[in-house]
Structures are given as structure tokens and as C-alpha cells.
T-cell receptor, first 113, second 114 residues
Framework: KQEVTQIPAALSVPEGENLVLNCSFT??????LQWFRQDPGKGLTSLLL?????REQTSGRLNASLDKSSGRSTLYIAASQPGDSATYLC????????????FGTGTRLLVSP | SAVISQKPSRDICQRGTSLTIQCQVD?????MFWYRQQPGQSLTLIAT?????????ESGFVIDKFPISRPNLTFSTLTVSNMSPEDSSIYLC???????????FGPGTRLTVT
């Protein structure tokens, strides 16, 4: 059974810092990995998706990497801003062909002005 | 991407009653999913709802408790039946089936059962 863990569970940083969020999964047979952000009272916003054959994806200040063999992904946020404050979730597609996502436990990020 | 709306956005219900949650998408999609997020927990997949076929439930979730309808390619409902306080959660629908393999989520329905 696929299990996804995120470290740290919570993170508080001052504005401007670069930071790294970690995601690990137990079964390397994944189809892809997706990073989301969740704002209080709102749904999930898709940030980046990395296919299993890819090593990284970039969007603006965000860079996600994937090491499938070791079961790890990182989300790098450059020059953090207070608007980045949210809960960040990683999710793996379990390679069943039906796009079933298994979600991590989340990292709650607070960026202070 | 897709724009997804859910109704209601939140509700407070009595134990033993049922609530139907609606999910509407602004474009036709093949795959729709229902997730549950219990307080302080991450998301867990309840079932996959594809148009024209019966919903497929994940382990631990049964049709009698969470009946799902998918009458067309833009709409689905999830009913939470015979509710107990343990059903207090956020329920989210999502859509997939895109060539990008991304999934897009609705804003969620926050349910409190008293």
C-alpha cells in the first residue's frame, strides 16, 4: 500500500527566504507526482506535475524535483512571500491507470512579513 | 484547467440524516473523483465516478453510505447517508482525464454533524 509522508509538518520563515519542502513515498511504481497548495476554506490549487520519467519541473519561483528510485520529491520555493502561506500537499498517482491520487500529510507554511 | 463549483459550501447536519453534495464543472470531463479530508488529516479518495458506469469505491467506503450519481459529463453528486459525528469532514470533488494528467479540485464542502 502506497504511503506518502511530508516533512516538516509545519514551517515558519521570514519573507525572502528560500525553502524546501520534502515528500517521500514508499512505492516507487508511480505514474506521476503532483504538488498542490490548499488555502483555508478553499480547495486545492495544482502547482506542478512531474511525470515519472522527468526529474524536475519549474513554474515561476517554484521548482519541483523527483527521484523516483529513492521515493522522494522536493518542492523548492525561492524568495518566499507572505502570499505563499498555505498548506502544501504532494500526491502520487498510483500507476493504476485510473488517476487515483494518494496524498501526503501536508506541510503548513507560514511566511512572515 | 477546469472551473469546479460545489454546493453547499458548508452545512451543519443532525446525526442520522443525509446530505447530498453537488459538483458542477464548466466543461465536459471523463473522470470525476470524490475525496474526504477529515479534521487535521490529508485527503482520502472515496470513489471514482465516470459517466455511464457505476462508481468505483475505495477500500473502506461503501455505496450504501456514500451513494454517487454521475448523470452527465459535467455533474456529479455525493450523498453522505445516515450521518454520524465521524462524518464531519471536508468533501472535495476533482476532475481528471486530461492529457496533462493533472487533477483539478473544487472548493470543498465543509460538513459538521452534531
Amino acid at each position: 500500500k502506497q504511503e506518502v509522508t511530508q516533512i516538516p509538518a509545519a514551517l515558519s520563515v521570514p519573507e525572502g527566504e528560500n525553502l524546501v519542502l520534502n515528500c517521500s513515498f514508499t512505492d516507487s511504481a508511480i505514474y506521476n507526482l503532483q504538488w498542490f497548495r490548499q488555502d483555508p476554506g478553499k480547495g486545492l490549487t495544482s502547482l506542478l506535475l512531474i511525470q515519472s520519467s522527468q526529474r524536475e519541473q519549474t513554474s515561476g519561483r517554484l521548482n519541483a524535483s523527483l527521484d523516483k528510485s529513492s521515493g522522494r520529491s522536493t518542492l523548492y520555493i525561492a524568495a518566499s512571500q507572505p502570499g505563499d502561506s498555505a498548506t502544501y500537499l504532494c500526491a502520487v498517482d498510483t500507476n493504476t491507470g485510473f488517476q487515483k491520487l494518494v496524498f501526503g500529510t501536508g506541510t503548513r507554511l507560514l511566511v512572515s512579513p | 484547467s477546469a472551473v469546479i463549483s460545489q454546493k453547499p459550501s458548508r452545512d451543519i447536519c443532525q446525526r442520522g440524516t443525509s446530505l447530498t453534495i453537488q459538483c458542477q464543472v464548466d466543461s465536459q470531463v471523463t473522470m470525476m473523483f470524490w475525496y474526504r479530508q477529515q479534521p487535521g488529516q490529508s485527503l482520502t479518495l472515496i470513489a471514482t465516478a465516470n459517466q455511464g458506469s457505476e462508481a468505483t469505491y475505495e477500500s473502506g467506503f461503501v455505496i450504501d453510505k456514500f451513494p454517487i450519481s454521475r448523470p452527465n459529463l459535467t455533474f456529479s453528486t455525493l450523498t453522505v447517508s445516515n450521518m454520524s459525528p465521524e462524518d464531519s469532514s471536508i468533501y472535495l470533488c476533482s476532475v481528471g482525464g486530461y492529457s496533462s494528467y493533472e487533477q483539478y479540485f473544487g472548493p470543498g464542502t465543509r460538513l459538521t454533524v452534531t
